[in-house]
């Protein structure tokens, strides 16, 4: 009986590995490429003086921190309120700047007094905050979420997979051993999920530069002339959070009641802390190191795996 596809087992077998070994490569390059910040634009050209507020906030806190400072510029003013339990509430007559603050005004004017927590967590994952979130990434300073930076990485994991189980199929019928086969595609399956499900990066190095030098920056000018220099009463907070707002009295109202929500809601996602990580997080799994395995085809008799025209490749 000839070989299966006409190649055989011990040939195929380095054909496969070739393979396995080529879609990891692509994997890597795929992450590097978009974590340059080079695609599409050159972003060390965009220097955090030339960022919105809410950009810089983005790049040192996440959507969360964008939401924070938001909020200090609404209470700075005069747009919302705090009370004395930490809550805030809208100023009747008064009118939001900016898309990000129309969008947390809207939601403080559906209640009478609204939560620091609940507030912030709706405008984190409002629309005008996806909107910053696009603008960085067309500059080069966040990682762009394409598919094929994503899950779709893992796409010639699969593509492998699918070919390796065609082949033990075939293999099996015509009575090949597929030993060693089957173990490249448990390697292959490990692998690839692993990959696929392995947290992204969220800024860029470029993003990372920016975020350093802004810092330097702050530190170089102190608190009231970085205050100034970033944007006034929310300044502070766009580094440090709500806990740095200007006034003690607001600030330890707010970050009371921001940890008494974040407390009763929790420690899982989502429970109202500020938070902030580098990656985007799994659905699926959370961070893990890659570990990788490796299998040769030995040599031996006609019917050993590797040996003569079988092998364990089917």
Known sequence: MGDTW???????????????????????????VA??????????????????????????????????????????AGVVRPSRSGKV??????????????????????FRHRTVSAVVDVVSRGPAVRRVAADLARKGLLVDRRWWNGPGAALPFAVLFVVGVVRVVAGAV??????????????TLVVGVVLATRRRPVVTHAGNRVV???????????????????????????????????DAEVSSALELERIAA??????????????????????????????????????GGGSSCGGGGGGCGG
């Open 6 to 32: 006409g190649i055989t087992g011990p040939d195929f077998l380095r054909l496969y590995a070739v393979g396995l070994a080529a879609a990891v490569l692509c994997w890597v390059a795929l992450r590097l």
């Open 35 to 76: 974590r340059s910040g080079t695609y599409r634009s050159q972003a060390g050209a965009h220097p955090h003086a030339l960022l919105t507020q809410d950009e810089l906030a983005y790049l040192v806190g996440g959507p969360r921190r964008v939401a924070e400072t938001a909020l200090a510029r609404a209470l700075g």
């Open 89 to 110: 509430q809208w100023v009747e007559g008064t009118h939001a700047a900016g898309a990000v603050e129309a969008e947390l005004v809207a939601d403080v004017r559906k």
């Open 174 to 187: 015509g009575g090949k051993p597929v030993g060693w086969l089957l173990l490249l595609l448990v390697v």
């Open 212 to 246: 350093a030098e802004a810092r330097s920056a702050w530190a170089a000018a102190g608190w009231g002339a970085g205050a100034a220099r970033f944007g006034g009463v929310a300044g502070p907070v766009v580094f440090a959070g709500l806990v740095a707002y200007p």
């Open 262 to 299: 974040a407390a009763g809601a929790g420690a899982g996602a989502g429970s109202g802390t500020t938070s902030w990580s580098p990656y985007y997080t799994s659905s699926c799994s959370s961070a893990s190191s890659c570990s990788s395995a490796s299998s040769g085809c030995g040599s």
